[in-house]
T-cell receptor, first 113, second 110 residues
Framework: GEDVEQSLFLSVREGDSSVINCTYT??????LYWYKQEPGAGLQLLTY?????DMKQDQRLTVLLNKKDKHLSLRIADTQTGDSAIYFC?????????????FGTGTRLTIIP | DVKVTQSSRYLVKRTGEKVFLECVQD?????MFWYRQDPGLGLRLIYF???????EKGDIPEGYSVSREKKERFSLILESASTNQTSMYLC?????????FGAGTRLSVL
């Protein structure tokens, strides 16, 4: 079955790097995603990685994928107060209905000034 | 700019009422989704639709139904609202995991 797990909370000092972790159980995942939810808003896509890649970098964001351990991480360099949000990892599976996303529980990132 | 609009930000309803949550997208997407978001549980898929008049059950469809009469509009219906349906409801549209979300409707059932 599908299960995506994350820690619920993370606190980081402003200027440090944040690392948000996620584990998933279905090895047939095709794409893995990171979404961000700011207070009072819906989710917005931050980045995604195809399952045959092991790293993707986009400005301050680095995604690492360890397929053997089914572990995904999102690193945010030089964390700013505007990065305070809930971060969700999500996966899609192959086949019909692969438009469906299975989300993790979300990690609330708090920035300490 | 991409837009998914949910008709209400906040709703308060009484137990047993019929509740309609409306969602409109302007991106001509075929796929639309309804989720509920609860603390510690993340987002759970209620229903999705991949075409007009088509619908598929998600992970938690009990107590809900949906309607998609036009491509841009996807409605979530609570036939008889109950207190355990108090939650944040999020609508999305998109393709292959890239989904665009509305701002959400916070529903309280008293």
């Amino acid at each position: 079955g599908e299960d995506v797990e994350q820690s619920l909370f993370l606190s980081v000092r402003e200027g440090d790097s944040s690392v948000i972790n996620c584990t998933y159980t279905d090895s047939s995942s095709t794409y893995l995603y990171w979404y961000k939810q700011e207070p009072g808003a819906g989710l917005q896509l931050l980045t995604y990685i195809f399952s045959n890649m092991d790293m993707k970098q986009d400005q301050r964001l680095t995604v690492l994928l360890n397929k053997k351990d089914k572990h995904l991480s999102l690193r945010i360099a030089d964390t700013q107060t505007g990065d305070s949000a809930i971060y969700f990892c999500a996966e899609t599976l192959p086949g019909f209905g692969n438009e469906k996303l299975t989300f993790g529980t979300g990690t609330r990132l708090t920035i300490i000034p | 700019d991409v837009k998914v609009t949910q008709s209400s930000r906040y709703l308060v309803k009484r137990t047993g009422e019929k509740v309609f949550l409306e969602c409109v997208q302007d991106m001509d997407h075929e796929n639309m989704f309804w989720y509920r978001q609860d603390p510690g549980l993340g987002l759970r898929l209620i229903y999705f639709s991949y075409d007009v008049k088509m619908k598929e059950k998600g992970d938690i469809p009990e107590g809900y139904s949906v309607s998609r009469e036009k491509k841009e509009r996807f409605s979530l219906i609570l036939e008889s609202a109950s207190t355990n349906q108090t939650s944040m409801y999020l609508c999305a549209s998109g393709l292959f995991g890239i989904q665009y979300f509305g701002a959400g409707t916070r529903l309280s059932v008293l």
